[in-house]
């Protein structure tokens, strides 16, 4: 069988000119037309070519080589450089630029925030070209590592307990220090002893230092490296982190809005998400859905008192378990003397409301009726007789609860997974993403907003394909 030999000194071997290096129907050419259709003053990018002194790269080739190379998970400074010189559509893209890797990264950290409002422009984009409808929201998110290790994130607890170890040592290095001062003046011994001493100084007084600041800032850890991020725990182990929040809309799966905080969860989130697709999208949306990590009765009250409809399930809705034969489900409230009664037809009154919970306690006032009744040890084991709580909202969790439970409803809850977890799976997976390259919550956020957008690209050019999207964004 004969064979096909390639020839490294044949003379035609590329085009005459590099817009013939690519296809007419090539990707890049989609992602140069987006980055052209961005405006770059609103982004906060000064564009003048009048500019006098050193020569610079053109921000809106740096923009398009940032956008190209995240859509195809290529995210480091030198791995960018690596491409302007040895991949065609990236020659093309930045018209034989080639930035060094100083460069690239010095651009994208002078520019974070430019950078993070580039979803916004992109989804904006969508709306116009009708790809974005806005009335039915889904809100998601998923923990990535930042760029610290877990090891430099520092509790009150760690650094009293590394404290003590350290005055012990000092200590310790005190007393062999005048043990060997007379005997082994100048020998190296004790030379090294005085060196470890300073260094357990200065440790112990960069620890005081954190210590201070976690008790005047009150919080619960502080990262050394990263002062943003905070300790995540998710089943990837515990790590340096933050929590990634996206809103995604309904009908063609597009990313709407991103944002990144510094929590463990997402209980706190979900009307500032709400909200802020909601400003992208210049109007109120008419369903926002979000999994059960989102239930936090305060929170969805706010985008229920807009007049949204919230599909949220409650934790116990989520774990799908049997209501208990004692179960706060089987005590009725009366709603007119706000009180419980139990199943033995006992009352449990108002005690107290605990205002850091935000609900309020019901007990029964004599604790020898639950001591001596037949279900103690079952309803309750406390000595101070069955307590039952109720949230101040309680109403509105009940109505939310039913409001889930609807058929319609159910619908658009099934439709959640397939729509909003799917752009986390697309940067986890595809894009090989699991931390953030930037430090500070800032530049987390910038790099999402660039992920974010090169996924609704690709969903773009899904959609409509390449020369459609082109002539869409040239109008």
Known sequence: MAYRYGNRIQMAFLPPSIEEYVEQSSPVRAYDAMVEALNFDELGIEIDSGKVGNPQYDPKSMMKLLVYGYSYGIRGSRKLERETHYNLSFIWLMGDLKPDHKTIAEFRRKNKSAIAKVLKQCAQICIKLDL????????????????????????????????????????????ECEKVDSEEQGQKSLIKMKEELKDKEVLQDKIKKILKELEETNVKSINTVDPECTRIN??????????????????????????????????????????????????????????????????????????????????????????????????????????????ESQILTHRYTNEKENNKVYMILDRSICLKCRHYGVCTKSKDGRRVTRLINEEVREKLERQYMESENQKIYKLRQQKVELPFGHIRRNLNVDGFLLRGIEGAKAELSLLASCFDIVRMINILGVPRLIQALAR
């Open 132 to 175: 974005i409808e806005g009335n039915t929201l889904f809100v998601d998110g998923s923990k990535f590592r930042g760029d610290a290790s877990i090891k430099n994130t520092w509790t009150k607890e760690k650094c009293e307990k590394v404290l003590k170890k350290i005055d012990s040592r000092i200590e310790e290095i005190l007393t």
């Open 234 to 343: 998710s089943i990837h182990g515990s790590h340096a982190g933050y929590n990634a929040q996206i809103v995604v809309d309904e009908k063609h799966g597009l990313i709407t809005s991103t944002d990144v905080v510094s929590e463990n969860n997402d209980l706190e989130q979900f009307a500032e998400q709400i909200n802020q697709a909601n400003e992208t999208l210049g109007k109120k949306c008419e369903v926002a859905c979000a999994d059960s990590g989102y239930a936090n009765t305060d929170e969805l009250k706010k985008i229920d008192d807009e007049k949204i409809k919230v599909i949220v399930p409650s934790q116990r809705q989520a774990s799908e378990k049997e209501i208990g034969e004692f179960a706060k489900e089987k005590f009725h409230y009366d709603s007119e003397k706000d009180c419980y009664v139990c199943p």
